[in-house]
């Protein structure tokens, strides 16, 4: 039987093929995409693709898959989906990620909806135990920090709960993140069900709004990476509330994709409202910027304004807010180029190619108010290691998508190249430590999160992600997909081999690269009209089922140095093989799962109606196959972390885990559906039985 594999290939650097292309000829033909140009980013962008399917040479999804929950978790022992450890990963990915892991990633985003606060029912975290987040009863609306199932932390969980507002920010990343895909599947059935959960969580922040100068008033630990803000001080010594730049940010960004949703729902009197919301919250973002331009991270109800650098109190800038604020475009173009260029201006928020949290270290946390910044903090706690100045995979990716919309892809390429670096070394450690440098990790080098060796986190997917989404910078509405072109002016052509999901149709996307402005536009080799240069507008009734989009752009990009040196080894390459060239026999805990799946797959292969289960199945099958290959490869001697004969049989038993996990995931399935499920469901159960025999 011919199965289609990837192999890895090793030789010394300058005779390296580069995919079926050669440097010299500077053509790349990849396993998801291809073009020409700068090969090494195009092996950023084609390897990027991997880390979306099961493969032999970077970390992949089938890794932090939780088969008893069928959802994803943290990964790294962690046992539980966080909202801001994920939001990188999930709003970024949309556009791209393909079944199973689509439906996958809504369940997992269902362990907050299914336990959203209704004013009644406890948080329950940790089981029925009289500890603080257990008993917590959120308002109604209320999403939280981490979820289970029929578990729930309505308030961040380190540090000092008793002190903690309810987590605001991250009920409106939830909502951001719900929205993207729900305009990405257009799904009315699915909007009607998730809408109404939506509307709560809005409802909820509203209830923060100050209407003295609509900007929202809340208190500590209630921001994106808790506990970072302290709120504001009291005489008295507790902690207050203050005006908090990044709930703004992040809810104008829900806001206006819940004006695209009542748009598409026909709802004109939600629609009106959700209007006159988004008006007004950006029309107050400008009391929040410093005189530079860029966002602070709060202001106190005096007027003292945290976050402003130079200042002899709270002078640092804030990474998070401002990254997300252009990322997600919430500001306009001037604003995202006055943000960017305090940043890249200031070398002490990047040390180390990613960008901090904030830099220099926070004088304002709750642990440490008014001290000398940072100073006084220990451990966890101290600049460059949590969330005071740390590095976070899930931040990182939207501050990729900023320097995608602004057009720096040199500031791409370190950015991601590092990060290639750590996953090539199976350490997608978070938070990277010691400012990004992470030369001792405090959770994934020891404790009870410490994994052989290996760490493979949901939050560093993020970036991988954020290299393939901000290519076209998609920008999903109501009615239309709009498309703004941002392929690196390196790259002279490229063409993506994954579909893009619009609704029910697929898009397969090229770009003839030569600058930011579109010059022309064909669908199915048909030229359409492009009504603005930097855009390219697509009505969803009026695309094809599948539809092959080449643009063609002009206006040139600006020369920038190229530096980093691509981690080419190991390397993706595709090739078609037999199972003779596969020299590593499946272990006996593996042997029989696979054939299992193997007959169940011949057994599927007539049914109609069980494409979902054809999808799960193949992908598992290819996590085993993934697998084999693994275990014959040399994967170097490591970039950032020694691959010792140690880590490397660590890594190969974390591929056999992620192998049996897709089974058991598969299994639970099978006996859910036996349980439950409907006619159809019951007689693919009975299949599965008889392959299992």
Not at 62 to 83: C, H, L, Q, R
Not at 423 to 447: I, L, V, Y
Request: charge should be positive; hydrophobic fraction near 35%.
């Amino acid at each position: 039987m011919i199965k289609t594999l990837i192999f890895i290939l090793f030789f010394p650097i300058s005779s390296i093929a580069f995919g079926q292309g050669s440097q010299k000829s500077n053509v790349y033909n990849g396993k998801f995409c291809s073009g020409s140009g700068d090969v090494n980013f195009l092996r950023l962008i084609d390897e990027s693709f991997a880390f979306f399917h099961p493969n032999p040479t970077v970390p992949n999804l089938t890794m932090v898959y939780k088969p008893e929950w069928d959802t994803f978790s943290e990964g790294a022992g962690w046992n539980a989906w966080w909202i801001q450890n994920s939001y990188g990963f999930s709003y970024a990915s949309t556009p791209f990620i393909q079944k199973p892991w689509s439906s996958i990633l809504q369940r997992s985003l269902d362990l907050f909806w299914d336990n959203q606060g209704d004013g009644k029912r406890r948080g329950m975290w940790g089981g029925d135990n009289p500890d603080l987040l257990s008993q917590l009863v959120g308002p109604d609306g209320c999403l939280g920090d981490a979820a289970a199932p029929g578990q729930i932390a309505y308030k961040q969980g380190d540090g000092n709960v008793k002190i903690h507002d309810w987590f605001y920010e991250a009920t409106a990343a939830g909502v951001v993140m719900e929205s993207e895909i729900l305009l990405t599947s257009r799904n009315l059935k699915m909007i009607g069900h998730y809408l109404p959960k939506m509307e709560r969580a809005c409802n909820l922040i509203e209830k923060t709004r100050d209407p003295k100068n609509n900007l929202f008033l809340v208190g500590p630990a209630c921001n994106l990476l808790a506990p970072s803000y302290g709120g504001v001080r009291q005489p008295d010594g507790s902690f207050g509330k203050g005006y908090l730049a990044g709930l703004s940010v992040t809810y104008l960004a829900a806001l206006d994709r819940m004006v695209e949703l009542y748009k598409l729902t026909g709802n004109k009197a939600k629609l009106s409202e959700y209007k006159h919301r988004q008006k007004i919250t950006r029309e107050s973002l400008p009391k929040l910027l410093t005189p530079a331009g860029y966002f602070v991270k709060s202001i106190e109800p005096g007027g003292v304004k945290h976050g402003v650098l130079g200042q002899k109190q709270f002078g640092y800038m804030e990474g998070v807010a401002n990254a997300d604020a252009v990322a997600l475009r919430v500001v306009d173009k001037k604003t995202a180029g006055n943000i960017y260029n305090q940043i890249a201006t200031f070398p002490e928020i990047r040390p180390f190619d990613f960008l901090l949290t904030n830099a220099p270290g926070l004088d304002d946390t709750y642990m440490n108010w008014g001290s000398a910044s940072g100073r006084g903090l220990e451990g966890i706690w101290g600049f460059g290691q949590w969330v005071n100045g740390g590095v976070w995979g899930t931040q990182e990716g939207r501050a990729i998508l900023m320097y995608y919309r602004l057009g720096k892809f040199e500031d791409i390429r370190r950015s991601a190249i590092r990060a290639m670096k750590w996953a090539k070394d199976f350490r997608m450690d978070a938070p990277w430590s010691q400012r990004g440098e992470n030369t001792q990790n405090p959770w994934s080098d020891a404790g009870n999160f410490q994994v052989g060796g290996v760490a493979v986190m949901i939050d560093n997917f993020a970036i991988p992600a954020a290299t393939i989404r901000g290519l076209f910078d998609y920008d999903y509405r109501s009615d239309r997909i709009i498309l703004r072109p941002r392929v690196p002016g390196t790259i002279t052509q490229y063409t993506q081999m994954e579909p893009v999901r619009f609704g029910e149709k697929k898009l397969y996307l090229s770009c003839n690269n030569g600058g930011p402005n579109v010059k022309s536009v064909t669908i199915n080799g048909k030229a359409m009209k492009t009504a603005s240069s930097g855009e390219a507008v697509f009505l969803y009734d009026e695309l094809p089922d599948e539809a092959k989009i080449e643009i063609t752009t002009d206006g040139g990009w600006p020369k920038e140095s190229t530096t980093p040196v691509y981690p080419v080894v190991p390397t993706l390459v595709t090739e078609k093989a037999t199972e003779a060239k596969i020299s590593a026999e499946l272990p006996d805990s593996l042997k029989r799962p696979f054939a299992v799946l193997s007959t169940m797959k011949k057994l599927l292969t007539e049914e109609t109606g069980a494409d979902d289960d054809k999808v799960f199945i193949n992908t598992a099958i290819k996590s085993f196959e993934a697998y084999q290959v693994r275990t014959t490869l040399d994967p170097g001697t490591g970039y950032y972390r020694t691959i010792t004969p140690e880590r490397k049989m660590g890594i190969i038993r974390f591929y056999a885990q992620a192998a049996l996990m897709m089974y058991t995931g598969f299994t639970n399935r099978m006996a859910e559906y036996a349980k439950k499920g409907d006619t159809e469901q019951k007689h693919i159960a009975s299949l599965f039985s008889e392959a299992r025999k």
